[in-house]
C-alpha cells in the first residue's frame, strides 16, 4: 500500500489554487466597493433639481458646483479602482463636455449589476464580453430612436442646450446664456456650419470679470482685455479706425545680457546716460508712429520692463493708445482675431504685420465701475470670438464660466454627430425596454447580463426622481409603461412631477451624450472586472 503511494508522488496542494480564487476575488470585490463609493458621492447632482457641492480646497479657497467631471477632479481619491471612474468621467467631459455625472452614475449602478452576477457563479470575463455586447446594442437602438437636427436650425439647438443648464447653479439665467453658447459656437463655424465636421472651442475666449450679475454676460463679436489702457495724462482712450501693433519687444533702456552695475562719478555723465536713453525710448516710438499703427499691445515681458513712464509719455504725445501685459497665452488668439503678426524687433515693424478694428476703446462696464478694452468691427480672418463673463463673487463667476463651456460642448456634441434624443431619463429607459426584450430571445450567460445591464440603465431615471423629491419606484413603473406603449420620448418631468413626452416639451439632448457615456462606462466597469490582483509596486 506505502509502494503504491510513494509511486503516485506528492498530491497537489489544492489549497494554494482555492487560496489564489478567494484573493481575486477579494481583490475584485474591494475594487467594484471603492469604485461604488465614488458613483454615491455624486449621484445626489445629477439632473435639474440635483444638489450642488460646496468644496474647500487645499489652498483654502472654496467651490460650489454640481458638475461631475469638477466635483471628481478636485477630490482626493486614493483607491486605484475609484480613480478608473474619475478618468472616466474626465474623458467624457472632453469627449462630449455633458453627462460627466451620468457616466458615473451608471457606472456605478453596473458595477452593482455585476455583483449580482458574479455572486450567481458567472465568470468576469463572460460578464465583461456580455456588457460590451449589451452596449453595442443600446447604441443601436438609441440611434435608431434619435431625430437628425439641422445645423441652421438655431432653436432646436438652444433647445439642446438649455436641457444641459438646467441642472447647473447658472439655470436660472439658461434664457440668456443657451443663445450666447450657442452663437459663440455658430460664429466660429463659418457662413455654412452644415459643413463642419469639428469645432475648436479654444477659439472662443472666455474673459471673466467681477461686477454686475451672470444677465450683463455678453457676447462680442471681436475682442476684449480684462484690463483697461495704460495711459498717462493726455494719451487717447478711443481709437476709430484703429491699426493694430502687437510688439514683443521692450519699450524700456536696453539690458546687458549678464547682471552688471555702471557707477557713474559725475552729473554730466549721468546726465548723458539719461539722455540716450531717452533718445533710444523715443526713436522706437518713433518708429513705432511711422509704422502707421495707432494701437500697440505690448507683450508681457519677464526679463526686463516691457515699458516705462517715459515711452508711454512719448507714445500719448503721438495718440496711440497701448494696451500692456499681453499674456503669452493669447497671442496666438489675438493674431487671428485682428489679423495681425507679432513683431520680435523695432526694425521689423511694418504696415502690413498690423491688424485692423473699427473701434477701439477704454469700456467703463455698469455694476462694478471695472474698464475694459473693446476691439468692435474686426475682420476676423480666424473666426473667433469673445464671451465677457459676468458675477457677483468669483463663485459664481467660476461657475458660470464652466456652464457656457459645457453648453458649448453640446453645440461641438451635435457637430460631431447631428442627433437629438430625449431627456429626462428617456433614452435609458427605452434602451432598457428594449434590451429586456432582446434578453428574452438570447441563450445562455447573455440572457442573464443583458437583463442586469437592462436593469442597470433604469439608475437614470431613478435617480432623477429620487432627486426630485418624487416616488422613484411608482414614476420608473410609469415610465416603463409608456414606453412599452410605444412613446420613445416619454421622460419624467420634475417640474410638474409627472410622466411627459421630452420632444413636445423641448427636453432634448445630443446623441453623442447618452452614447459616449453608455461605452465610457461599460469600458471603465469592464475594466475593472478583470483586474484579479493588486500589486503595490514601492
Not at 443648464?165 to 466660429?188: C, R
Not at 457662413?191 to 477659439?203: E, F, G, H, Q, W
Not at 455694476?367 to 473667433?384: D, E, L, Q
Not at 441563450?443 to 436593469?455: I, L, Q, R, V, W
Amino acid at each position: 500500500m506505502a509502494t503504491m503511494m510513494a509511486n503516485r508522488g506528492p498530491r497537489p496542494s489544492s489549497g494554494e489554487t482555492l487560496q489564489e480564487r478567494s484573493k481575486g476575488k477579494d481583490v475584485r470585490i474591494s475594487n467594484i466597493v471603492a469604485a461604488k463609493a465614488v458613483a454615491a458621492a455624486i449621484r445626489t447632482s445629477l439632473g435639474p433639481r440635483g444638489m450642488d457641492k460646496l468644496m474647500q480646497l487645499p489652498t483654502g479657497e472654496v467651490l460650489i458646483s454640481n458638475d461631475g467631471a469638477t466635483i471628481l477632479s478636485k477630490m482626493n481619491v486614493l483607491h486605484p479602482a475609484a480613480k478608473m471612474l474619475v478618468e472616466c468621467s474626465q474623458s467624457q467631459d472632453i469627449e462630449a463636455g455633458d453627462g460627466t455625472t451620468s457616466v458615473v452614475v451608471l457606472a456605478g449602478a453596473l458595477l452593482d449589476a455585476c455583483t449580482g452576477l458574479l455572486n450567481k457563479g458567472i465568470h468576469p470575463a463572460m460578464i465583461a464580453s456580455s456588457f460590451y455586447k449589451a452596449a453595442e446594442q443600446c447604441i443601436q437602438l438609441l440611434k435608431r430612436a434619435s431625430q437628425p437636427v439641422d445645423m441652421n436650425d438655431r432653436e432646436s439647438l438652444i433647445h439642446a442646450v438649455q436641457t444641459c443648464l438646467s441642472s447647473k447653479v447658472v439655470s436660472q439665467n439658461s434664457d440668456l446664456l443657451a443663445p450666447l453658447a450657442v452663437d459663440s459656437v455658430l460664429g466660429i463655424l463659418g457662413p455654412n456650419p452644415s459643413d463642419a465636421v469639428n469645432v475648436d472651442l479654444r477659439d472662443v475666449r472666455m474673459v471673466e470679470q467681477l461686477g454686475g450679475t451672470v444677465d450683463d454676460t455678453e457676447l462680442v463679436p471681436g475682442l476684449v482685455f480684462d484690463k483697461g489702457s495704460t495711459k498717462t495724462a493726455g494719451g487717447p482712450s478711443q481709437i476709430e479706425n484703429a491699426k493694430v501693433a502687437l510688439i514683443q519687444f521692450c519699450l524700456s533702456a536696453p539690458k546687458t545680457d549678464m547682471d552688471n552695475n555702471v557707477v557713474v562719478s559725475d552729473y554730466a555723465a549721468m546726465d548723458r546716460i539719461l539722455r540716450d536713453e531717452r533718445k533710444y525710448i523715443l526713436n522706437m516710438c518713433k518708429k513705432i508712429k511711422k509704422s502707421g499703427a495707432n494701437v500697440v499691445l505690448i507683450q508681457k515681458s519677464i526679463l526686463r520692463d516691457a515699458y516705462n513712464e517715459l515711452s508711454l509719455h512719448f507714445l500719448a504725445k503721438m495718440g496711440i493708445l497701448v494696451v500692456t501685459d499681453i499674456e503669452r497665452s493669447d497671442v496666438e488668439f489675438v493674431c487671428r482675431t485682428l489679423g495681425c503678426t507679432p513683431v520680435p524687433h523695432v526694425d521689423s515693424l511694418a504696415p502690413e504685420k498690423l491688424g485692423s478694428a473699427d473701434h477701439v476703446g477704454d469700456v467703463v462696464l455698469p455694476g462694478s465701475g471695472h474698464k475694459v478694452v473693446k476691439f468692435v468691427g474686426v475682420a476676423h480672418p480666424g473666426r473667433t470670438s469673445t464671451v465677457l463673463l459676468r458675477g457677483s463673487n468669483e463663485l459664481v463667476l467660476a461657475e458660470a464660466n464652466r456652464s457656457v463651456h459645457d453648453a458649448q460642448c453640446v453645440v461641438r456634441s451635435l457637430v460631431k454627430q447631428r442627433f437629438l434624443i430625449a431627456g429626462g431619463g428617456a433614452a435609458e429607459t427605452e434602451a432598457s425596454l428594449r434590451l429586456r426584450e432582446l434578453a428574452l430571445e438570447t441563450t445562455g450567460m447573455d440572457s442573464h447580463c443583458f437583463k442586469a445591464y437592462a436593469d442597470a440603465l433604469e439608475v437614470i431615471p431613478y435617480t432623477l426622481a429620487e432627486n426630485a423629491g418624487l416616488k422613484p419606484i411608482e414614476i420608473v413603473t410609469e415610465l416603463r409603461k409608456a414606453h412599452a406603449e410605444g412613446t420613445i420620448g416619454a421622460g419624467i418631468d420634475v417640474k410638474k412631477g409627472c410622466i411627459s413626452n421630452m420632444y413636445e416639451k423641448n427636453v432634448i439632448q445630443p446623441l453623442l451624450v447618452t452614447t459616449s457615456a453608455i461605452k465610457l462606462a461599460t469600458e471603465t466597469v469592464c475594466m475593472i472586472l478583470k483586474v484579479d490582483d493588486l500589486v503595490v509596486v514601492a
